[in-house]
């Protein structure tokens, strides 16, 4: 059964772009959590879906947004690039909210 | 959410058991122990939970104290490859997020 799987893996981009990340769950999961992981701050919760609706999100400004699909994949966006976006971008999945929660390899994301 | 106290570091010679510790003194009586691995450069691997009974799969064993204040995260046979941080974590059933804190560093040694 495959696991949580992201792309791209890596990216570069500068100051001022935009960057659109993927994700998709292991099958049958339906419920999808998106993290920042940076060595000063550590996990951080960006937002959770289930059903195409965010049920939850974390403290992060509204350049950072995500979206599901019928077909439990999902998006996240981060507009306008700032150097502190530079970190490890880690989706999650889990059957429905709350069960145990699976990560995919995550999306380094590099701002220059 | 209760926290928990793990050692910073531990090494481990290959082929034997490694025995992680984790302190959750404040547990809730409805929070399961987690326990995820993160591989350098890698997204934090799941290994292994339980609520009071010690639970056993392909990856690990997990030993709850009787009063479930502390927890063992044990890996019979340690690779090279099992050398990873280690997060120990509490959560209640619903909770939709994850939080972990600075874990313990495993160092696999030939």
């Known amino acids: 059964k495959a696991g949580v799987t992201q792309t791209p893996r890596y990216l570069i981009k500068t100051r001022g772009q935009q960057v659109t990340l993927s994700c998709s769950p292991i099958?049958?999961?339906?419920?999808v959590s998106w993290y920042q992981q940076t060595p000063g701050q550590g996990l951080q919760f960006l937002f959770e879906?289930?059903?195409?609706?965010?049920?939850n999100k974390g403290n992060f400004p509204g350049r950072f947004s995500g979206r599901q699909f019928s077909n439990s994949r999902s998006e996240m966006n981060v507009s306008t690039l700032e150097l502190g976006d530079s970190a490890l971008y880690l989706c999650?999945?889990?059957?429905?909210?709350?069960?145990?929660?699976?990560f995919g390899e995550g999306s380094w994301l590099t701002v220059v | 959410d209760a926290k928990t106290t793990q050692p910073t570091s531990m090494d481990c010679a290959e082929g034997r058991a490694a025995n992680l510790p984790c302190n959750h003194s404040?547990?809730?009586?409805?929070?399961?122990v987690y326990w995820y691995r993160q591989i350098h450069s890698q997204g934090p691997q799941y290994i292994i939970h339980?609520?009071?009974n010690n639970e056993t799969n392909e990856m690990a064993s997990l030993i709850i104290t009787e009063d479930r204040k502390s927890s063992t995260l044990i890996l019979p046979h340690a690779t090279l490859r099992d050398t990873a941080v280690y997060y120990c974590?509490?959560?209640?059933?619903?909770?939709?997020?994850?939080?972990f804190g600075a874990g313990t560093t495993v160092t696999v040694r030939a």
């Open positions: 404040t547990i809730s009586g409805n929070e399961y």
């Open positions: 974590i509490v959560r209640v059933a619903d909770d939709y997020k994850l939080s």
């Open positions: 339980g609520l009071k």
């Open positions: 999650a999945s889990s059957l429905i909210p709350g069960n145990t929660i699976y």
């Open positions: 879906y289930f059903s195409e609706t965010q049920r």
């Open positions: 099958s049958g999961h339906r419920s």
